[in-house]
């Protein structure tokens, strides 16, 4: 059983390095987007492809830090996640990313309809609807699963206690 689990955890940071790897990918793309409109003619152009960088860099934080979660969690803690306070705390790392980089995805399409296609508005609009949507549900989800954790408080012990393997 411990070679399966290796060859999982082998696999969790596998994964991570390619994570990490698109996220690298990202950044240099967004580099270069932001140089050539900061060398070129400053301009209303110019804007859209910053606006655009912004845009990868959100989707290269997201991938950055489902990397830095997949190593901490899989390879690093090697936690069982059925716990309620493990399940939050990862959910919780996971969602904040991602709400932050739709929100940011969502800005930059609005940017975007708004300069080149009015039309395509209210996609952008749908897009943040439905990032206000999941930072509500992830409220309520945080909300529920405090009431399970007070059911099990000795897990919050063993999750901050497992919190010292990250920092040493």
């Not at 698109?22 to 859209?48: E, K, T």
């Not at 309520?140 to 901050?160: C, G, Q, T, W, Y």
């Amino acid at each position: 059983m411990k070679q399966v689990i290796t060859v999982f955890r082998v696999i969790h940071g596998l994964m991570a390095l390619f994570f990490a790897c698109a996220a690298l990918m990202l950044i240099v793309i967004a580099a270069r987007m932001g140089w050539l409109a900061f060398i070129g003619s400053l301009d209303q152009a110019a804007a859209q492809h910053i606006i655009e960088a912004v845009g990868l860099l959100a989707a290269a934080v997201v991938a950055l830090q489902i990397a830095e979660t997949i190593v901490e969690e899989e390879v690093v803690r090697d936690a069982d996640i059925s716990a309620p306070t493990r399940v939050r705390r990862f959910l919780s790392r996971f969602f904040v990313v991602v709400i932050v980089a739709l929100a940011i995805e969502g800005l930059v399409a609005t940017f975007k309809a708004l300069h080149e296609a009015p039309e395509q508005l209210p996609y952008a609009a749908s897009i943040l609807v439905a990032t206000a949507f999941l930072l509500a549900a992830w409220g309520v989800f945080i909300h529920l699963n405090r009431s399970a954790e007070e059911l099990e408080p000795e897990a919050m012990e063993d999750a901050k206690n497992e919190d010292h393997k990250l920092k040493g």
